[in-house]
């Protein structure tokens, strides 16, 4: 068991244990007096791991009961938002409840959102069943929906009252999944640590799930709290996923996030390095690490279609996208760079 504690508008614990949902109405009942407990879930998960979740609730004295609904990125919408409300009224959930996201980021994002909103902000768990959210979408306090214009439009920023990982949940995630989990991993070794990113070429991650969960949430919680509101540090986390963006709109989302992320990560690291910025050796070694894992590294967009997309993010301010650069293998920075500029930082021709 590891225990990493994140210090941000409220402090919460972030438990990386095998077998831990057995566990998870004991921890609960540490937090807070018995009250209702709404475990929101997907269609995959929910029949894996609802019931488990459900009678460890139960032996605390809570008293569970479950919303799931149809699986995919596609129910992050205001639709299935908006039914959750609604089930949470009918039950009359009050702010002494609690939220329980049971599942992967679409889960935790979706759930997140309806804890920050639902009677202005009720207590919510993260309970992180896919590689993405255990290393990622699960701690940090973003919470958010789609629209129609775009992914994550409507959302807000809430922080869970706990997460609680159990990495044996890893083990029926499909294949695909795992990989696009992967390129997230890969990122945080290059965005921060030559050390881990030597860990992850020497050993698969599926074989030292805890290690690699527990090594990016302790940076995660570094960066979530140097810059809880993603207006400084905390931007290096879009390592690859300014392009990866653009690559995922330019596919109309056929291309898979961490596919794209991957992509992402290559185009700006070789940009560094035709810049003189990132070593050639280090450039071979990230794509090396990502075709390890099974993670593309080439795109066929032309750079004019990637600019368009890009120049669409949501996450340009003042009219500047900040790129994160890598520098070396665990070591990036932040470059803002206008419309203008940011034609200089893609492939010249595909
Ligand atoms: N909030 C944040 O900070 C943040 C950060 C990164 C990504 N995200 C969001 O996360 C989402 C992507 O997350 P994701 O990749 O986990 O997607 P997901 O939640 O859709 O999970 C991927 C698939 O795996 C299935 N699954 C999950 N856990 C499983 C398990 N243990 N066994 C079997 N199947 C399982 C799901 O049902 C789904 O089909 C996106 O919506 C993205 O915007 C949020």
């Known amino acids: 068991m590891n225990k990493l504690t994140v210090t941000a508008s409220r402090s919460y614990d972030v438990i ?62 205001l639709t299935v938002y908006g039914q959750i409300l609604e089930f949470l009224a009918a039950r009359h959930m009050s702010r002494s409840d609690v939220i329980l996201a049971l599942g992967g980021g679409v889960t935790g994002d979706l759930a997140g959102f309806v804890a920050a909103t639902y009677l202005r902000g009720i207590r919510y768990v993260q309970l992180p069943t896919s590689l993405l959210a255990a290393v990622d979408s699960s701690v940090g306090g973003k919470a958010g929906i789609d629209l129609p214009e775009g992914k994550n439009l409507a ?51 599926t074989e030292q799930a805890e290690h690699v969960i527990s090594v990016c949430v302790g940076m995660k919680r570094d960066l979530v709290a ?64 990502l075709k390890q894992y099974g993670l593309p590294t080439e795109t066929v967009f032309p750079a004019a279609s990637l600019r368009e997309a890009a120049l ?19 070591k990036c920075v932040i470059v803002p760079v206008s419309g203008d500029e940011l034609v200089s930082w893609l492939p010249d021709e595909n």
Not at 21 to 38: M, V
Not at 43 to 51: D, M
Not at 172 to 184: F, H, K, M, Q
Not at 243 to 270: N, P, T, W
């Open 16 to 77: 990386i244990e095998r077998g831990g949902l057995d566990r998870i109405g004991e921890y609960l009942a540490d937090l807070t007096a018995s009250c209702r407990a709404a475990v929101i879930s997907d269609s995959h998960v929910f029949p894996l791991y609802g019931r488990q979740v459900e009678d460890s609730l139960r032996r605390a004295g809570f008293a569970p009961f479950s919303f799931v609904f149809e699986a995919g990125e596609a129910s992050k919408n």
């Open 155 to 205: 959302g807000a920023f809430h922080q869970p009252m706990l997460v609680l990982c159990d990495p044996d949940t890893l083990k029926t995630l499909p294949e695909t999944v795992i990989r696009d989990g992967s390129a997230e991993v890969i990122k945080y070794g290059m965005l921060g640590s030559e050390a881990f990113f030597r860990e992850l070429e020497e050993t698969p991650i």
């Open 226 to 289: 140097a810059d809880e509101q993603d207006t400084g540090e905390r931007r290096k986390l879009n390592l690859g996923h300014t392009f990866g963006h653009a690559l995922e709109k330019c596919s109309h989302f056929r291309i898979s996030h961490g596919a794209a992320v991957s992509v992402g990560m290559v185009l700006i690291s070789q940009a560094a390095a035709s810049r003189g910025m990132l070593s050639q050796h280090d450039l071979n070694r990230l794509i090396r690490l």
């Open 312 to 330: 669409s993010d949501k996450k340009i301010s003042d009219g500047r996208l900040h790129l994160i650069v890598p520098e070396a293998i665990g």
